[in-house]
């Protein structure tokens, strides 16, 4: 069983390392030295479940309409979202995971486990870049420190992808030190294989480089230089892919089998089934189940009048089954990264045997034959100066479907292209709103951001 919750691992570790029948001076039920595998496993759950599935992602398949409840207007989908509705995820992110990582990580210093620190490290990067992605500036270097520092300042978006940077700049360093402690089971995504995590610092390292193409005061080829020397140590094969499985069983379902459930209503999006369906793509019966009613491929439109669930397609199980995986970060990510730095760097020519390479590299995943792989890149034609960033990001969100790293593609390139749903209370949002508890427990002046509003790296 691969998903436990956190509470469960408390209570083992609890019971375990209660050594006395009876110590006044100790709490069994609060233990103050938890060994890094029991924190391990339950913080990579929780990435899993809560940052990368958990509400806000869901709220931002909503915006860039990947999914759609069948439901009317008005809701997340168009737009009608309040600073309570982040609550969830700000505790998610800040209170369950990286103040776990960074007990994590301060542990496995003291213990000289270097691997399981460059672990925490890495993953705190994930987290970190992924919190400051949906809201801006965010609290960093003065937050987990207890109540020493009860109100940490919110840091500028600029220096929280420098930490970022930092971060997986040493998780590099302590891996290169070759410890030979390394996790087991207790690492559900590469099971201590420590060469996988090390590709996945540098396809992240790449990924933050890229997300700063357009950023104030840095260059986009400087950013594509540094993203493509990245990836040469990066991933190189779908199974460096950063997935977690999940093993189906009651307690263990996949976070988005039970996010389109039909007591939630969702269900793909007109946009996603549409598009696949309008350029033939040979991936749409591997993304997409038919409707139970019609036998069609069919997506809801936000904003039309609700009707049978039955009426319209959901994903596949290879994303939404009960025991599918969660892929976070994937060699198919890595490659339209390097398509993307290569077409800044050396141009359409040269960018267009990697996008070749990231669409054919994604159909095998899912099982596409050759032939219709070889049939459907020639249907997309040969990249120019016109459209080749369009056509990048465009595959790349195919590949990249259910994955928050789509939002804030659309928002530095504008593709692929969007238009707000029927009935939008505003224009697309571009960043989420601050948590209410947080509003009310450390006010900071960044709090009073729109929905509509650019976080730093969205430059017009």
Known sequence: MKKITISLIVLITSLSGCKKFLNVNKDPNNPTNVQEALLLAPIEVSISDNVYAGNAPVIIQDFIQGIAPNQPNPGFWNYQVFNTDFDGDWNAFYVITMNNLKILNDKAEADAKLNYAAIA???????????TDFWGDIPYSQAFQ?????????????????????????????????????????????????????KLAYVLKARYFMHLTKAPGYTAAVQADSALNALTKGMQANSDDLGFAYAGAAGTENSWYLTFSPVSTYVMNSTV?????????????????????????????????????????????????????????????????????????????????VYQQAITQHMLKLGVAQTDIDAYVVTRGTLTAANALQRIMEEKSVANFLNEENWTDWRRTGFPLLTKVSGALSEIPRRLLYSESDILTNPQPQQSAKLTDRVWWDAQ
């Open 121 to 131: 490290k890495i993953l705190t990067a994930y987290t970190l870049g992924t919190a």
């Open 146 to 198: 207890g109540i020493s520092r009860i109100t940490p300042v919110y840091d500028k978006q600029e220096d929280i992808y420098k930490d970022v940077q930092s971060l997986l700049s040493s998780a590099i360093a302590e891996i290169g030190q070759a410890s030979t402690v390394t996790p087991g089971t207790d690492d559900y995504f590469y099971n201590g294989t420590m060469s996988s995590w090390l």
């Open 273 to 353: 089934i549409d598009s696949l369906k309008a350029r033939n793509d040979p991936r749409l019966p591997k993304m997409a189940k038919t409707a139970v009613n019609t036998g069609l491929y069919t997506g809801r439109t936000i904003g039309s009048i609700p009707g049978d669930l039955n009426a319209y397609s959901y994903p596949s199980d290879y994303y939404a089954g009960i025991s599918a995986s969660n892929y976070i970060v994937t060699y198919n990510e890595a490659l339209f990264l390097q398509a993307e730095a290569t077409l800044i760097k050396s141009g359409y020519s040269a960018a267009q045997p």
